[in-house]
């Protein structure tokens, strides 16, 4: 061990003989790395002289970090034991040994010294972060060092050293990435062990109101354990009435611009702890300081926060649970605008922070997935050579595999069975096995319901079945479907009815009287005309018989009653002509009286009249 001691423990860098004292001392069988007993070995040996090396700094009364370091050499030296890890650190970054070794040796030290010492001891951790945190070193000993900082937090105090375990959260947060599984509460448990204990019982000259002191200190017990709050109505209930006289009080006695300037911790050079003073006689004070009436007025915010998260108490909280969150959510938000100092940059500070955190309540929702992103290795393509892409016949893989399966199968084209159209039977089918109630099948799986099929069906009946797409109108696409298809119990259900098919042909008997009225109607017109021809004729045949008007007047009384004279004729074609005209239009008018669905009788009647 002595004369590992002198090997390892050589002064100077690391780089200049680390390795070879190791191999000096191991022997391994290959010269740059150490096989697995052979890091076991010398693991045993470091932890025995890590050992050695604390015992004899505790029996000299000096510092461990310190123990070795000569006064001569000045405050750039560092002392044995911190020489002995940037050895090991070495020997690890450049994976000679196995890369958990460093890890283990900083736990034990960790555990061999006080307090006092661990401070020391973790100002070097510090320092080496950033090659701890490299892949290789990380991977083997992350677990070890998560060990080391939760032990050295159990052994803190959280009232007195506050920084100290702060700086162990602060390393572990820039240590460990934010996926970090480990480090996220992802059941959302509360520390329900933090108990603030105040007073029960009132004190003898008192000058504040006991019962509202034991109702404002009894709100930490909701702010420790918000879930119990949805698990009973009458907890929430409790908690509503005592904030509410809370809140009262706080609006009652408002804060001046003076009381926000008069205490300011940030200029204030003493230290504060982290946990509430609740002695009943500084009740008077802590209303009086901005400062801890925000602390109180922010943890109102952050359980309405929690009782407002989406998905998580939906079941539980009612609607005037609800309304009751609002209100107080926004008195709170009223009080705090209204503390100094600043209190509207204040509140919108923290309003900005809980919209943050939701951020982090859905991601840890989510499952936690990774916020790292590997990055994108680019090929590098040597000098001189070229990579050439695929030139395709047909512009791509796809449409050059078919041409040339084509091209081998020179049939494919021609098979009539490439491209046909469906009898109108074989399509309907499917549709008509939905329609049978018997099959049992979703109307949401009905073939009715897909747009694609039914546009095609329409095409097809269109041309293959126009008496089934005349049903369309009526029945919808289901009446489309032949009827020899159809199960008997939905046949009938699209079926005409005989009295349907009657109208049907009395309707279509109607539509060819009516073209006929109306040919009846156009040839009307030239019948008038004839009329006037005759009327003419008449007129002009009567001119010249003027002059033997007597002759003939004589004749006409001597017996020839008989024989009409020309006004007679003209008066006699004016009536042929009117009676012509008037039964064309009865004709019209009995046509008419068909279409509009008279009966026979009454058509009859009106042609009589």
Known sequence: ??????????????????????????????????????????????????????????????????????????????????????????????????????????????????MRNCKDIFRY???????????????RGKLVMLRTCNQLLRRLSKANDVVFCGRILMFLAHFFPLSERSAVNIKGIFNTSNETKYEKDPPEGISVDFNFY????????????????????????????????????????????????????????????????????????????????????????????YLKAPGKNDKDSSETMKEEIKSSEDRVKKLLEMTPPNGKEFLRSIEHILEREKNWVWWKRDGCPPFEKQPIEKKTVQDGVKKRRPRWRLGNKELSQLWKWADQNPNALTDP?????????????????????????????????????????????ARQDLEGFSRFTEHG????????????????????????????AKKEDTKSASNQVEENQIATPASENDAEGIRAEVETSAAPMDTDALAVSGNISQGEAGT??????????????????????????????????????????????
């Not at 951790?125 to 991977?139: N, R």
């Not at 004279?565 to 008018?589: F, N, R």
């Open 1 to 114: 061990m002595e004369e590992f001691r002198r090997v390892i423990l050589q002064s100077g860098p690391p780089e200049s003989f680390a390795l070879q004292a190791v191999q000096e001392v191991i022997k391994p069988q290959k010269q740059t790395k150490l096989a697995q007993d052979e890091n076991q070995l010398l693991e045993n040996m470091l932890r025995t002289l890590l050992q050695e090396l604390v015992s004899s700094a505790v029996q000299s009364g000096e510092e461990i970090m310190s123990y070795g370091k000569s006064i001569d050499d000045g405050e750039n030296t560092q002392g044995v034991i911190p020489h002995l890890l940037d050895i090991v650190l070495y020997l690890c970054e450049k994976e000679h040994v196995e890369g958990g070794m460093i890890f283990q040796l900083l736990e034990d030290l960790t555990e061999m010294s006080t």
């Open 125 to 139: 951790i510090e320092s080496k972060q950033d090659i701890l945190g490299k892949q290789e070193l990380f991977a």
């Open 214 to 305: 034991k109702t404002f200190w009894s709100l930490q017990e909701y702010f420790c354990n918000p879930a119990s709050l949805t698990l009973a109505p009458v907890k929430w209930q409790k908690f509503t009435s005592s904030l509410t006289v809370v809140l009262n009080t706080f609006e009652a006695q408002p804060l001046s611009d003076e009381d926000g300037h008069a205490n300011i911790l940030e200029e204030e050079a003493a230290t504060f702890n982290i946990k509430y003073l609740t002695s009943s006689n500084l009740m008077g004070l802590e209303l009086k300081d901005p400062s801890f009436r925000r602390h109180i007025l922010m943890q109102c915010l952050i359980v309405f926060d």
């Open 417 to 461: 069975q490439r491209v046909r159209t469906p009898a109108i039977t074989d399509y309907w089918k499917p549709l008509a096995e939905d329609m049978d109630q018997s099959a049992g099948i979703e109307a949401e799986y009905h073939h009715k319901n897909n747009r694609v099929y039914c546009w095609k069906g329409l095409r097809f009946s």
């Open 477 to 504: 696409i289901e009446g489309v479907v032949p009827f020899e298809l159809l199960p008997p119990e939905v046949r009938s259900k699209f079926q005409g009815k005989p009295n349907d098919r009657t109208k049907r």
């Open 564 to 609: 009409p004279t020309p006004d007679e004729q003209k008066h006699s074609s004016d009536t042929d002509v009117g009676q012509e005209a008037g039964q064309l239009e009865a004709d019209a008018e009995v046509e008419a009286g068909v279409i509009d669905g008279e009966t026979d009788a009454e058509v009859e009647i009106d042609a009589a009249g």
